[in-house]
Every structure is written in structure tokens, then in C-alpha cells.
């Protein structure tokens, strides 16, 4: 059984990882902690640039995150490895 792991942004996650539909907790994946650590700086960078209203505060910082978040997509699956689907959400980057 593969298990689906969405990295995906919402407002005010620090983790912005989900399984099965649902918010996951820090510790559900097994990954290590310089990787985490990288998830939620992302995390973060969004919920500081991010206005559900006017979108982000800097095109480059958008940009930014989009590239990184491409990185930290790969990073991840190779960290899980076989047995994990990591697919990239990266739904607040569409309306640039």
C-alpha cells in the first residue's frame, strides 16, 4: 500500500504536510530533523507572505517559494522513498 503525502500550505499550519485528507502531526513521516526543520521555514515563509486577500507581498518571494517548494517535493520523496506519494499542492502560487 502506497500512502499519499501532500505538501500543501494553509493558513496558520506550521506543518505543511497532509495524509489521508487530513492535517498530519510532526512525526507522522519518518523523516529527519534538518528536513523538517526546511518544511516548516516554507511553512512559515508563506504564513508571513501570504494574504488570503491580496495574495503575496513580494513576486520574488513567491517565486522563491515556488522553486522551493519544487526542492523540498523531491527531498521529501526520496526521504520516504518507496512506499510514499509526495505530490506538491502549490495552490497559492496559481494566481501569479
Avoid at 505543511?16 to 523538517?36: F, K, M, N
Avoid at 494574504?51 to 526542492?71: L, N, S
Amino acid at each position: 500500500m502506497t500512502v499519499r503525502v501532500r505538501l500543501m500550505n494553509e493558513y496558520t499550519v506550521d506543518w505543511p504536510l497532509w495524509v489521508s485528507d487530513g492535517p498530519a502531526q510532526e512525526g507522522d513521516v519518518p523523516i529527519d530533523e534538518p528536513l523538517a526543520t526546511e518544511l516548516k521555514t516554507w511553512a512559515r515563509v508563506f504564513n508571513e507572505h501570504y494574504d488570503w486577500k491580496r495574495g503575496w507581498d513580494d513576486p520574488a518571494v513567491a517565486e522563491g517559494h515556488a522553486q522551493e517548494a519544487v526542492r523540498l517535493r523531491g527531498a521529501l520523496q526520496d526521504a520516504l522513498g518507496r512506499g510514499y506519494d509526495v505530490v506538491l499542492e502549490l495552490w497559492e502560487v496559481s494566481d501569479r
